[in-house]
């Protein structure tokens, strides 16, 4: 069966959370993290590293051989087709956008989600986690607490939260159409994830929390 070309890229300019990926997080960084992780062989799928800027691929080249080098506009842009234009040099019909920003998140969980990808014969697929909350739209209209005499959260309707984790789609409609997913039966296919694997660092407070946990995750297994 054809594997399913799983990609990380980065680019060293985030806005909300400066440098996220390679300022220093609990003795390593965020990049470090991903790239080990999921940079080991895998008969699931074939692993990529794209990134524009020298550091990150130079960074990239310790952890793989199959480094994607992107064009300034690619690492510039803001439209996603622009953004993951290298799409276009990959033979896998199937692709994968893998975030490097989720500390938790496993190898294990991303090849049991492959699995679950073929055995439902999805067309595409993203990670999500269960939110157990009220929610309202900004006009004040509620969206899943309708009885406010029912104040117990566990009795509220969950609602799927995509964790961005990662989304699997089609290659060849994504570079035609510019979506990963178009809404309709089996496409995507939701695959839940644990809460702390969905923990996303995209803001200074989200760094701090993550980077707290994580070290204390790492002193866990040392000891």
């Not at 959370?17 to 991903?34: D, H, Q, V, W, Y």
């Not at 990134?51 to 992107?70: K, Q």
């Not at 989600?113 to 939110?131: G, L, N, Q, W, Y």
């Not at 009885?147 to 995509?162: H, Q, S, Y």
Request: charged share 30%; proline share 4%; glycine share 4%.
């Amino acid at each position: 069966m054809e594997k399913i070309g799983v990609v990380i890229q980065a680019r060293t300019g985030s806005q909300r959370c400066r440098n996220k990926l390679l300022r220093p997080f609990a003795g390593t960084s965020l990049l470090e993290i991903a790239l080990e992780k999921f940079s080991k062989p895998s008969d699931k799928f074939t692993f990529y590293f794209a990134a524009h800027e020298r550091e990150l691929l130079e960074l990239g080249r310790r952890y793989t051989d199959n480094i994607v080098e992107r064009g300034r506009e690619s690492a510039e842009a803001d439209d996603i087709r622009t953004v993951m234009n290298y799409f276009e040099g990959f033979e896998e019909e199937t692709v994968a956008f893998l975030n490097p920003c989720h500390p938790f998140f496993r190898m294990e969980t991303l090849e049991r989600a492959i699995d679950h990808f073929r055995e439902s014969e999805a067309v595409s697929m993203t990670s999500v986690v269960k939110s157990h909350t009220w929610y309202y739209h900004l006009d004040g209209r509620p969206i899943n607490f309708l009885d406010p005499t029912v104040i117990n959260t566990k009795a509220t309707e969950r609602l799927l939260a995509v964790a961005h984790a990662f989304h699997i789609f089609p290659r060849k409609r994504f570079l035609e159409h510019g979506y990963m997913w178009r809404h309709a039966p089996r496409d995507p296919v939701f695959f839940e994830i644990p809460e702390r694997e969905a923990i996303d660092v995209d803001t200074e407070l989200d760094f701090e929390i993550a980077e707290a946990l994580y070290g204390r995750m790492v002193r866990k297994a040392r000891d």
